[in-house]
């Protein structure tokens, strides 16, 4: 199959830097150009391509990632350290209020929540996975060093308590305490990703990512510190656990992915202007719904099964709502993208129907499978997606210099992958 790669008839070509933009620039809201930062995209000096690649026996071996950049390094010895040395309060505290067999139950137990919430972020980052280092961070971020911070914070909170009544002060560490303290703890683990490790943290859907990531770590941990109590504490061990798992197991794993990930969705939108400013002010803004969402379901009394029936449910739905459309613009901006990479001679159009599409890859997928290439071909979709979204960080107008040289090392390593899986 043979393409010679043109634009689109409703894509003429930019003038220059400062020339108008193409027809499609901008696809949805989520991929905004403004006509003063847009750049065209280099050529391809060697020629362009002229046939969709297409996998063929051999034994070529796609060439490895552009090594670890020092923020990223340093982000990953760090929070590697504090994980360390949460562990050192986390777990002492864990076993003071389960015991050793509360402890190993609840850690059972909360596998269950935990591996819905993981599987939901496998599902959101299959377009464009984020770096298994990463989610590694944010995972031991939300099951130690956050709850960590919340033991250390909340004391303080108790201080300020001004009533005796056992009843009030626990409805303020639920209602008051635990929406500020827990959000805030979580929440900057997304902030010290958005800072360090910018380059992977794109958008809105990044951000959802890296916020259920770090809420699962979480929620499993208190999971462990609940379930554990449950056979620590109680008379009927088993009911009580079967209660607590069908509230938090079954009713509610998402319950603390929904508070963090509203802060992930606007730190992600923030991501897009590519400025700290920016970042540190979306941190601050977005933890306003977290903290509220965060208070209304522990604020949930009397009338429990109707609030959640009523209005949990509902959002849940509408969280679900939001990432798909998400998604959708996320797609449609990765296929606009890599077209003006096709118009300048480094794709065909038939080509980024493949790179671009689900059904496309699905299909791309399936011949590199049948030619044993599917490890090659996956490399090249990667590969693709981050060249997408590499230009749109050149597009967003800060850092350009930097991300152009980041688009150019790419632009060659797709060449090798093309190679890799073609030869």
């Known amino acids: 199959m043979s393409m010679h790669p043109h634009p689109p008839p409703d894509q003429p070509g930019p003038s220059g830097p400062q020339g108008p933009l193409p027809g499609q620039a901008n696809p949805s809201w989520m991929g905004h150009v403004q006509p003063q930062y847009y750049r065209p995209v280099p050529g391809n000096s060697g020629g362009p391509v002229h046939s969709v690649v297409l996998p063929h026996p051999g034994g070529a071996q796609a060439p490895a990632a552009p090594g670890t950049r020092a923020g990223l390094l340093g982000l990953m010895i760090g929070g590697g350290a504090l994980a360390f040395l949460s562990l050192f309060l986390v777990v002492p505290f864990l076993l003071a209020n389960t015991g050793t067999a509360g402890f190993t139950v609840g850690f059972v137990a ?45 004391p303080f909170f108790a201080l300020t308590f001004q009533f005796s009544a056992e009843a009030d002060f626990q409805t303020y560490m639920a209602t008051v305490q635990a929406p500020i303290v827990e959000e805030f703890a979580k929440s900057l683990g997304l902030l010290l990703l958005l800072l360090m490790a910018r380059r992977h943290f794109d958008g809105p859907v990044d951000g959802v990512v890296f916020a259920f990531t770090i809420a699962g770590g979480f929620a499993f941990t208190e999971n462990i510190l609940y379930f554990g109590r449950a056979i620590a504490e109680s008379a009927s061990p088993a009911t009580d656990l079967a209660q607590i798992f069908l509230l938090r197991g079954v009713m509610s794993p998402f319950a603390h992915a929904i508070f963090t990930g509203t802060t992930g969705l606007i730190m992600g939108f923030a991501a897009r202007r590519w400025h700290a400013g920016a970042s540190i002010g979306a941190f601050v803004v977005g933890l306003l719904p977290a903290m509220f969402l965060h208070n209304r379901w522990n604020s949930m009394g009397q009338g429990f099964l109707a609030d959640y029936i009523l209005i949990q449910v509902p959002i849940f739905v509408l969280f679900i709502g939001v990432v798909i459309l998400l998604r959708v613009a996320e797609n449609r901006l990765t296929r606009q993208r890599l077209l003006e990479y096709a118009a300048a001679g480094w794709f065909t159009p038939a080509e980024v129907d493949l790179l671009a599409t689900p059904a496309g890859r699905r299909t791309a997928l399936r011949w590199a499978a049948g030619y044993n290439r599917r490890p090659q071909m996956k490399a090249f979709l990667k590969a693709a997606t981050n060249l997408a979204f590499t230009r749109q960080r050149i597009l967003s107008g800060r850092d350009v210099a930097l991300h152009q040289a980041e688009e150019r090392e790419q632009l060659h390593r797709i060449l090798a992958l093309r190679a890799a899986v073609a030869s």
């Open 110 to 154: 909360s596998l269950v929540p935990l591996s819905a919430v993981l599987l939901a972020v496998h599902v959101i980052d299959r377009w464009e996975p984020e770096p298994k280092r990463l989610l590694f961070f944010a995972f031991t971020w939300g099951a130690a060093v956050s709850i960590a911070v919340t033991l250390l914070v909340q």
